[in-house]
């Protein structure tokens, strides 16, 4: 059994890891030579608040009042965060490892190809956001849901369903009780599952203040994460006798909210139930939603802001608990989800899982020693895998060895230093999405094969454009100038076969298939994130570096190239990731032969 050493010096603490083989982790701390170094107390706190499905383009954020104050107020928010995955468990593997799907390979919310057994088998659970806190002088605590598949029969049983690792104490949700917003189950490290009677976002409420308690009485600096379920609709694993009663499918407010909004509806967007559709995939032979299919749209829709009525309290609770230990000026407030949601844009029932803005554009906003307040920054692009490397960044832990396939973002001087300006977020998916809200008697059938890279890029002032660009499993294209078409209702793909349209990037106009030719380079070009090529694609295409945006990509001189490039193009819908049926990854300019 050979053991891999880490090695961290972290104030004057020498602190010595060995991983074994068996995942026996032994830690021996002895004193460093005597160093004159600041306590470990300067360090920053983080409360890290994760709410499930929040969407940002249905306005939910314009419901929480108290969020508002605590946090976009006192803080920043960023305006252009976006899902990498917009699913659950995909997402949330992005979210706490900084790498992409395909790279996690975590790419499904159940078994085989995602959930709990995919983390842990992937060897995730050995290599992770909290082992790199407290292998670093943090204490790190969870609370709420965490991963999909983690259950009561099993988990902490057995090494394929090992207990959430690396995390000073963890009390989760556990199936099939996760999604019960009455009647919650939940285990805290080794001790018994706990069914509670508590409303959910409340009891994990105060859990997560329970643990900031305990984090102040240890002593150590702090990273606290509470997920609550809220607005998730309330579901149960299929097949699975949930007791006491089966619980209403539809996402559920404490009873103190329920009576909130009675006339409120989904936003009446250009892309909400439209008349005509361009999409492609499955998504362009749905029929529109008839007037029943509305009513449940909107029940739907109210349901979610009552239930996040209660989230909105959670984060006045969390900074007042905060604020009475007096650690709100050294405590970093992060507030976001794991994904967004849609009800009916596009024709598409309840869910997420989709490349549309509605899916994949989430909130983000912190508060915290160094951020601006008030501030909404749309100068820069970021996304989910930036999140581990931004955390860390603030922790003052060094990035290396870890092979992050985001950039710190730019949330205090530090994060602005070590950050790495781009325009555009790779979006990823293989096999089915999950349409919670559509009718019961769906034929799911329909949508298996929603597999696709998808591509949003987006420049500023004189270099103003706004494209989203995706590639379907079956061979269909989408692409929107969201400049123009912020709803995304006019697919310009049609368009460029008649050579009319045209797409505005820096002032200039070019014809769409240029553009076209330029946005399938870059989408391929994130198919791999290999040597940072996620966070600087353009360089991994012009390898001597002369070209890092679009408009530099736009250049006449590259026309012939990106021309010539193989298009994105799966050789068949698979419902997880399978590299080889991407295709080869093209040629750099600099190697390719013009003839
Ligand atoms: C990813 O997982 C799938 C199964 O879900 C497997 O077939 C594939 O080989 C894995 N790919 C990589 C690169 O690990
Ligand atoms: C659950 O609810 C009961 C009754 O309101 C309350 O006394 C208890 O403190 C709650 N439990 C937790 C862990 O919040
Ligand atoms: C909701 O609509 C009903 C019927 O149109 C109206 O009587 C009621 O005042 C409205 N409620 C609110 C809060 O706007
Ligand atoms: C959509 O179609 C309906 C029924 O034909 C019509 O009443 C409505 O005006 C149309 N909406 C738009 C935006 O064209
Ligand atoms: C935070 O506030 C406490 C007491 O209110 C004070 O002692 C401390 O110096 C402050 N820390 C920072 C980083 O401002
Ligand atoms: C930030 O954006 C939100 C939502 O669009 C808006 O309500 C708020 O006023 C903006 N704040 C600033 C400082 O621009
Ligand atoms: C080209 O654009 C013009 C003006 O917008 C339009 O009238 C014409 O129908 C378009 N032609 C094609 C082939 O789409
Ligand atoms: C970029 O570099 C390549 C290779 O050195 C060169 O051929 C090309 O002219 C340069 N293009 C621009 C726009 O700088
Ligand atoms: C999904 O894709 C597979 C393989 O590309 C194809 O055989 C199948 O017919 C497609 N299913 C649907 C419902 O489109």
């Not at 032979?285 to 996040?308: I, M």
């Not at 309840?350 to 508060?367: L, N, Q």
């Not at 570096?545 to 250049?555: I, R, Y």
Request: aromatic share 12%; charged share 20%.
């Amino acid at each position: 059994m050979k053991p891999l050493a880490t090695f961290s010096l972290f104030a004057t603490i020498f602190t010595v890891s060995f991983v074994y083989a068996d995942n026996v982790q032994l830690s021996v701390s002895v004193a460093a030579l005597a160093a004159p170094t600041s306590p470990q107390t300067d360090k920053p706190n983080f409360v890290f608040i994760l709410s499930d499905d929040q969407d940002y383009e249905m306005d939910s954020l314009d419901y929480m009042p108290l969020l508002k104050k605590y946090i976009a107020d006192e803080g920043t928010r960023f305006e252009r965060h976006y899902a990498t995955t917009a699913q659950c468990c995909p997402s949330r593997a992005s979210l706490w490892t900084g790498k992409t799907t395909h790279n996690t390979n975590v790419t499904d919310v159940t078994p085989p190809h995602g959930a709990w057994v995919k983390f842990v088998a992937r060897g995730l659970n050995e290599d992770y956001f909290p082992i790199w806190l407290t292998n670093n002088g943090y204490n790190a605590y969870y609370t709420g849901k965490f991963q999909n598949g983690q259950d009561r029969s099993n988990y902490g049983k057995d090494r394929a369903h090992a207990l959430m690792k690396g995390w000073t104490s963890a009390d989760v949700l556990l199936e099939p009780y996760t999604y019960n917003y009455n009647q919650p189950g939940m285990k805290r490290d080794k001790a018994d599952f706990h069914q509670y009677n508590n409303y959910t976002t409340d009891l994990i409420s105060s859990k997560g203040i329970k643990y900031i308690n305990e984090a102040h009485e240890a002593g150590k600096p702090f990273f606290v994460g509470i997920a609550p379920i809220a607005p998730h609709v309330q579901t149960w694993p299929a097949g699975r006798n949930v007791t006491p009663t089966p619980p209403e499918r539809l996402p559920i407010s404490a009873p103190r909210h329920s009576h909130m909004f009675p006339n409120v509806t989904v936003p009446p967007t250009k892309n909400f139930n439209p008349n005509k559709t361009s999409a492609g995939g499955w998504v362009q032979k749905l029929p529109k939603l008839d007037t029943c299919e509305l009513d449940r749209a909107n029940k739907f829709y109210r349901r979610r802001l009552q239930a996040l009525q209660a989230v909105d309290e959670l984060v006045e609770a969390v900074i007042q608990a905060l604020d009475d230990l007096e650690l709100l000026n050294n405590t970093y407030v992060i507030y976001t989800t794991d994904n967004g949601y849609h009800i009916g844009q596009h024709r598409i029932p309840a869910g997420k899982g989709c490349a549309y803005e509605t899916d994949v554009h989430i909130p983000f906003m912190v508060r915290g020693p160094g951020v601006d307040k008030g501030v909404n920054r749309t100068d820069v692009v970021t996304n989910h895998v930036d999140v581990a490397p931004t955390l860390l960044t603030l922790a003052g832990i060094p990035l290396s060895p870890h092979d992050f396939d985001g950039t710190p973002m730019p949330i205090t001087k530090a994060g602005e230093a070590a950050h790495v300006a781009h325009e555009h977020v790779g979006i990823e998916f293989w096999g089915e999405p999950v349409f919670e809200g559509a009718a019961e008697d769906i034929d799911h059938s329909k949508f298996k094969n929603n597999t696709y890279k998808a591509l949003r890029i987006m420049g500023n002032g004189e270099n103003t454009f706004n494209l989203g660009y995706i590639v379907w499993c079956n061979g269909d294209h989408e692409l929107y100038d969201m400049t123009l078409d912020p709803y995304q209702t006019d697919n310009l793909m049609p368009a460029m076969s008649s050579g009319n349209a045209t797409i505005t990037i820096g002032g200039e106009s070019y014809s769409v298939k240029k553009v076209r030719d330029r946005l399938d380079g870059l989408v391929q070009a994130v198919r791999k994130c290999d040597n940072g090529a996620c966070v600087k694609p353009w360089s991994t295409l012009h390898t001597n570096g002369n070209v890092s945006t679009l408009a530099d990509a736009m250049n006449t001189e590259f026309d012939d190239y990106y021309d010539s490039l193989a298009k994105m193009k799966y050789e068949r819908c698979y419902p997880y990731y399978n590299a080889a049926a991407e295709g080869p990854v093209p040629k750099p300019f600099n190697s390719w032969d013009e003839s």
